[in-house]
């Protein structure tokens, strides 16, 4: 059992960590969700200058050819400092073609989503908590007609891989009209999309393709959770460290010290459940749906908590617009509701384990 | 990433399989034998799988440290449902102690018949006014010619009343400071001057005693370190108590029990397992133990791998105890009817309720775990304790 990262893998983080402490400053991201108008551009450009994108698809599309365990690890670190780029939903979409598309499909469309020439995102949502392709009613003909709901940075995306009845279909910017959501969370905005009639190139009709994916999308908000609640722990600790009251740091209270070690508690042990889960997904595949799952909906109701907590921790001043606390909160609300509550996850994982 | 063991650790886990097909269930089928099981142990610890940490020369195996290996063992003797390595407190706090500290004559005599089992041990440490401020303990011992005389009170000492003896934390130097004056001593509970008391637990069982000293004695060189090392000598001890792997296994146990008590007992005219509720809080526990395995297998590689588990290792005592008390709180909820009757079917949940609180006190309470959290953990200022520097 070697249950650790490799050296390359440590060097990969080091080196995104590194590049997100420069530009992906907090007041950077202030600036964003105060602009309001989208992500950060400059700094997509410098994850997708680092190869990002590519990271799990095969090399001779561009890509590195690595591991969904690589790519979570990029999930957790975004997470960490709140990234406001177009992650998700780029490479879920090309995730999603090198899963299920035809090999003229993936040449075309893959190079360019790893060039990031092109920007890419996925349409899963449908409304009234259904996200999951047994839930999916838009169907894809000739032509596709209909709705899908809280589809990230459906403005902005060339390229939009579509949920449908008939597996996944792709569809090319110019052929849906995009509704901006108000966003909770500024740092990965939301639109609603209706398509009439649209033009659609229908994917491979793969079912496990297509609930590979939904797995992919499970463990990737479940890393960036991780990433998320860490911070949210970091913070609370660091200000208990420096903020005094009563003549002595906050932090030598046992009350705060044992809200922060519950704190710690709750989120830290969630880190193997998230590798476990995209460890199962690059070699485990008949147990990945259900550690998803269960990381999906562990994480992300950690995160959310943890990130009440931490406003708790700081007091006032963490219940204001200048402070960093409400942009973890926000981005937990996402990562707790999107794809999906926990207590669906939960419920999925119990059909998985048989029970 | 390699959650597998890889091919040398299986072909091992092969050879342990082997090795128990071979001896276990015994020939005539009768498990409960005790002759048999002490057969067995014996065989282990010949064949290198028990005992792995303790010299050829006082009974042990004497195997390299290899956690992946004693994990593998663990793993086998569970699942034939052998019997696994006895874990008392003498064999798991006391003969490390005696590696580390002990002189060559207290290892000559005691940690030999400690592994066969032929001498039982009872810890005392905790005193009524010494609990977490452990160090505040007040059980004195006198040097009087070739004896320790000793006097006081310990209590929490978990079946003192089957121990042959026990190893004690005394106050030998009252004119020391508070740390600085206590001595650890190994005591024959056997003697006049010892009085020991079950006491009767919420479950109506007796695990744990009041020992009472008066006048009791022992002899000089029956103390492990020097005079005034008592304390320095337990935190290793302790070390060994909180860092131990077995929480692991019985939380596993406690949730396949928890899954079959779910299939079993019944809500609203079908299997509780089937109501979303229960399901839900099922899938959410399965999670959290989930987290704390694979958390542990970090831990374990990154040790292998001569690399410091950093936070989490603080937190593995809490996290277990937080499980367990999930487990059990669910387990109360299906229990329902059941929950009020000793007499029914589902008497072992009532107990396993119960002591699933024990968790939180023994062996250092939850609040003391999460000031370990938070002061080792997470580097927050330690508070002042009186009697410190």
Request: negative net charge; aromatic residues 8%.
């Amino acid at each position: 059992m070697n249950f650790l990262l490799s050296d390359e893998q440590v060097m990969v983080t080091d080196t995104l960590r590194s590049l997100l402490r420069d530009a992906c400053d907090p007041r950077q991201v202030h600036d964003i969700i105060d602009r309001h108008d989208g992500f950060d551009a400059e700094l997509w450009q410098r994850l997708v200058d680092l190869g990002v994108p590519g990271l799990m698809l095969p090399a001779e599309m561009g890509g590195a050819g690595l591991e969904m365990i690589d790519l979570a690890l990029v999930a957790e670190l975004l997470g960490e400092f709140a990234a406001p780029v177009p992650f998700l939903g780029h490479v879920l979409c090309g995730l999603g073609i090198r899963l299920c598309g035809t090999p003229d499909q993936q040449a075309r469309w893959l190079p360019a989503l790893v060039s990031g020439s092109i920007l890419g995102t996925v349409a899963l949502g449908e409304g009234e908590e259904c996200w999951l392709p047994d839930e999916w009613q838009v169907t894809a003909g000739d032509r596709l007609s209909g709705g899908k709901r809280l589809v990230p940075n459906a403005m902005a995306a060339d390229l939009m891989l579509v949920g449908t009845r008939q597996g996944l279909a792709l569809v090319e910017k110019g052929n849906w009209t995009a509704r901006r959501r108000e966003g909770v969370d500024r740092t990965r905005s939301l639109e609603d999309v209706t398509f009439h009639e649209a033009s659609v190139a229908l994917l491979d009709r793969v079912p496990e393709g297509v609930t590979r994916l939904i797995d992919a999308a499970a463990i990737l908000l479940a890393a960036d959770a991780f990433g998320g609640a860490s911070r949210c722990v970091a913070l609370a600790t660091d200000y208990a460290k420096l903020r005094e009251q009563f003549g002595q740091p906050i932090g030598s209270f046992q009350g705060l010290k044992h809200q922060l070690a519950n704190m710690a508690l709750s989120v830290e042990p969630g880190r193997g459940l998230y590798w476990y889960a995209a460890h199962t997904w690059d070699a485990l595949p008949g147990k990945a749906g259900h550690a998803a799952a269960q990381a999906k909906a562990h994480l992300c109701d950690a995160y959310l908590q943890a990130a009440r907590d931490m406003v708790e921790a700081f007091g006032g001043i963490g219940f204001t617009w200048e402070h960093d606390a409400h942009i973890y909160l926000k981005r937990a609300m996402f990562d707790w509701a999107w794809l999906g509550s926990p207590v669906r996850h939960r419920l999925r994982a119990a059909q998985l384990a048989g029970w | 990433m390699e959650l597998g063991f890889g091919a040398a650790y299986e072909a091992f886990r092969a050879e342990v399989r082997t090795f128990i097909a071979a001896h276990w269930p015994p020939a005539d089928g009768n498990v409960k034998d005790p002759a048999a099981i002490r057969a067995f142990r014996d065989a282990c610890t010949a064949q290198g799988y028990y005992a792995r940490a303790v010299p050829r020369r006082y009974g042990g195996s004497e195997q390299p440290a290899d956690i992946v290996k004693a994990e593998i063992i663990r793993e086998e003797i569970r699942r034939a449902d052998a019997p696994a390595e006895v874990r008392d407190g003498g064999i798991t706090l006391l003969i490390p102690t005696l590696l580390e500290w002990g002189t060559e004559a207290q290892r000559q005599r005691f940690i030999s018949p400690t592994l066969k089992g032929d001498y039982r041990w009872a810890q005392g440490f905790s005193e009524p006014g010494a609990g977490s401020d452990l160090a505040s303990l007040r059980t004195r011992a006198v040097l009087v010619d070739d004896h320790w005389v000793i006097n006081g009170q310990k209590i929490w000492s978990s079946y003192a009343h089957r121990a042959h003896y026990m190893f004690a934390l005394v106050r030998t130097e009252p004119e020391a400071p508070k740390h600085e004056g206590i001595s650890y001593l190994l005591i024959d509970l056997r003697q006049p001057g010892v009085t020991i008391r079950p006491l009767r637990q919420m479950t109506d069982q007796s695990e744990f005693c009041e020992v009472f000293f008066d006048d009791a004695r022992t002899p000089a060189d029956w103390i492990v370190g020097g005079r005034g090392q008592g304390w320095r000598i337990t935190r290793t001890t302790l070390k060994h108590e909180r860092g131990s792997l077995s929480g692991l296994s019985w939380t596993d146990s406690m949730l396949r029990g928890l899954i079959r008590l779910a299939r079993e007992m019944r809500r609203d005219g079908q299997p509780a397992i089937d109501h979303p509720t229960i399901r839900a809080e099922l899938a959410a526990i399965e999670a959290q133990s989930m987290a704390l395995t694979y958390s542990t297998y970090r831990a374990i590689s990154m040790t292998v791998h001569g690399q410091e588990p950093g936070l989490f290792s603080t937190m593995a005592k809490i996290a277990s105890t937080d499980l367990a008390q999930r487990i059990a709180k669910l387990a109360r909820d299906l229990l329902a009817d059941d929950l009020l009757v000793m007499d029914g079917p589902q008497r072992k949940w009532i107990d396993r309720f119960m002591i699933s609180l024990s968790m939180s006190i023994a062996g250092g309470t939850s609040n003391i775990q999460r000031n370990i959290i938070a002061e080792r953990g997470l580097g927050l200022p330690r508070e002042q304790r009186a009697g410190e520097a």
